[in-house]
């Protein structure tokens, strides 16, 4: 699987904890893997494992987020434009082998097929800030 189409799942399974516990994360990823099915083992292991990362992070991603988006925090935010983000300061602030254009290209180009119209200039808007 190629890393944008790994990324893409990554942000589908990241999407979810907008709507369930966090008691049920492990739950939801097995769904997950079932409904996505085939994934070969090691891409399945690289998502679970990405995603479990954010996760213990998400808090201190969120608080970057918000110091840096003037009025708008991120209860306000569109819950796809807000996973996509959320997912590309993961990438700029904790994975030094990205680079933080690639990141922010890849939230802009996946805010195209999955948010609104206003998401892509949101996102890199936002990202830029960061950034």
């Given at each position: ?6 990324r ?13 516990s966090e008691?049920?994360?492990e739950e939801?990823?097995?769904l ?8 070969e083992?090691p ?8 995603f479990n990362?954010i996760?213990a992070?998400?808090?201190?991603i969120d ?8 009025g708008?925090k ?7 434009d807000?996973t996509?983000i ?13 680079p ?5 290209n890849?939230?802009?180009e ?12 949101f ?9």
């Amino acid at each position: 699987m190629s890393r944008r189409k790994i990324r893409e799942q990554i942000f589908k399974m990241l999407f979810r904890v907008e709507f369930y516990s966090e008691k049920e994360y492990e739950e939801q990823m097995n769904l997950f893997i079932e409904e996505n099915e085939p994934i070969e083992k090691p891409d399945e292991r690289y998502i679970e494992d990405k995603f479990n990362k954010i996760i213990a992070v998400l808090e201190e991603i969120d608080k970057i987020i918000n110091e840096s988006s003037k009025g708008w925090k991120t209860t306000r935010m569109g819950k796809v434009d807000l996973t996509l983000i959320r997912l590309a300061v993961y990438e700029i602030k904790y994975e030094e082998d990205i680079p933080t254009e690639v990141a922010i290209n890849e939230a802009v180009e996946l805010a195209k097929k999955y948010g609104t119209d206003d998401s892509p200039a949101f996102i890199n808007g936002v990202l830029a800030k960061i950034a």
